[in-house]
């Protein structure tokens, strides 16, 4: 079985991934199968372009996670969307030391809830967890995604509201 952890930057996927691993799970980290399928590089929004299509389409699943912007992609039995307060993500992708513009661009489409909305246009509500990241450890966070994998708890999404955040001017 294939879960995926999918969610905007900073949102703690690697993190996640990371501790999964460390547990003894198979974990791939999505940026590691994409230089492939590379196609250019997007210098004004400051990001590689990625022929998406193409790697989910030849993309070998695995049994275990796959972390990753893209994960929602992919043919995955259960998905992950990870969610982060818009505030506290802009403090999070500034540690990274990402531009302004491109920290702006990720706090708008987490407020928008947009990698939630891809997820539930592509999957059943019975394969999607939201899970809040924003005052959460790895430890934490990789409990509830085990959790979700075994199938010990339910799906779980649209609970979640940031909108004031557009409101407030991010």
């Known amino acids: 079985m294939m879960c995926g952890i999918t969610g905007t930057p900073g949102t703690g996927k690697s993190l996640i991934g990371t501790e999964l691993a460390r547990r003894g799970h198979i974990v791939i980290h999505l940026t590691d199968t994409v230089g492939p399928y590379v196609t250019g590089l997007d210098e004004e929004r400051d990001t590689r372009i990625i022929d998406v299509e193409r790697w989910a389409e030849e993309f070998v699943p695995v049994d275990g996670f796959v972390e990753g912007h893209f994960a929602h992609l992919l043919p995955c039995d259960r998905i992950i969307v990870l969610r982060c307060r818009p505030d506290v993500l802009k403090v999070r992708l500034a540690l990274r030391k ?11 489409a987490e407020a928008l809830d947009s ?3 891809e997820t539930v246009e592509r999957y059943d509500p019975s394969q999607i967890l939201e899970l809040d990241t924003t005052d959460r450890d790895a430890a934490y966070c990789a409990d509830r995604t085990e ?3 075994r199938g010990e708890i339910p799906a779980d999404f649209g609970h979640l509201d940031w909108s004031a955040f557009l409101e407030a001017g991010l």
Do not use: G, H, M, P
């Open 147 to 149: 959790r979700f994998f």
């Open 98 to 108: 990402y531009r302004e513009e491109k920290i702006r661009e990720n706090a708008e």
């Open 115 to 117: 990698c939630l909305i």
